[in-house]
């Protein structure tokens, strides 16, 4: 792979690209503290070991020192979807980028020429949408704002094969085309669930073998998180159920905090 990737962000959207990227050395992976970076040096590791033969865990390097990424030639923030957090770390990896250097979000619901505008590049400003899990979805979406060069579309794409996915441009709508059509689906599965009382394993399974789903409706949003969930909702302007809402005011977030949709006792299996 040609690019250098400089990632910004430690959670499993950061270090799923960052192991994705491993059979070639050079890349940099930015987190804000001492233990977030003990975390994501481990999670890159067993991603590794994952994926096998010829991805090294050694040929990323974890910093907490942001100004280390300036050696990266394709910048990458990957931390929550908080707009004013975004905006915030974009304009800081902006600063550092050196001349030619690509800037990037995996936003999957935010406006990405907003975000382009404050990276303060955005010729060189690609919306870089990658799945969770990050090493087995090969899916990317690329979104670009109006004012991405021909280049910044080219190196992007290029990318995406060099990781072996396959990336599809798409338009700047709030939550793309996968987020798009998926969450209203997966918040009628909820309302479907409450207004039958049919049990969430129930569904799931109506929805894997009737049509062959990998993964039920239910046990998708509690894998996701339900505040992601919520918050992709409201992106796109879907009906976000209110209990979801209201889970998620209890702390009840799904597969992260043991509880969601799903009882305790399915996460303690």
């Known amino acids: 792979m040609e690019e250098k990737l400089g990632i910004a962000g430690s959670g499993a959207i950061a270090t799923g690209l960052a192991a994705c990227a491993t059979r070639t050395p050079g890349h940099l992976l930015w987190a804000r503290s001492d233990a977030s970076a003990a975390r994501a040096t481990k999670a890159i590791a ?22 280390a990424l300036a050696d990266a030639t ?35 619901s935010l406006s990405v020429s907003a975000l382009a505008t404050a990276s303060g590049h955005p010729d060189r400003f690609v919306g870089l ?11 990317v979406e690329l979104a670009y704002p109006d004012a991405a060069s021909a280049t910044t579309r080219e190196r992007a ?9 396959e990336g599809v441009e798409v338009p700047d709508l709030a939550g793309f085309v996968v987020n798009r059509l998926l969450f209203p689906y997966l918040f009628s599965a909820v309302d479907f669930m409450e207004q039958t009382g049919l049990a969430p394993a129930s569904i799931d399974t109506c929805m894997q073998l009737g049509a062959a789903h990998p993964m039920g ?53």
């Open 157 to 165: 794409t290029a990318l995406c094969a060099a990781l072996e996915k």
């Open 129 to 139: 949408h990658v799945f969770n899990p990050v090493p087995r979805m090969k899916l």
């Open 74 to 108: 394709f910048l990458v923030e990957a931390i929550s979807e908080d707009t004013a957090l975004k905006r915030e770390l974009l304009g800081r990896l902006g600063a550092l980028a050196t001349d030619g250097a690509l800037i990037s979000t995996t936003t999957s």
């Open 46 to 67: 067993k991603a590794c070991e994952r994926l096998g033969e010829g991805f090294d865990p050694a040929n990323v390097t974890v910093t907490t020192d942001l100004d």
């Open 217 to 269: 409706p239910i046990a998708l949003l509690d894998y996701i998180g339900l505040d992601v969930a919520v918050a992709i909702g409201d992106a796109i302007g879907a009906n976000v159920p209110q209990s979801l809402r209201d889970r998620c005011a209890e702390g009840v977030l799904g597969r992260k905090t043991g509880q969601g949709l799903y009882p305790p006792e399915f996460y303690a299996r």
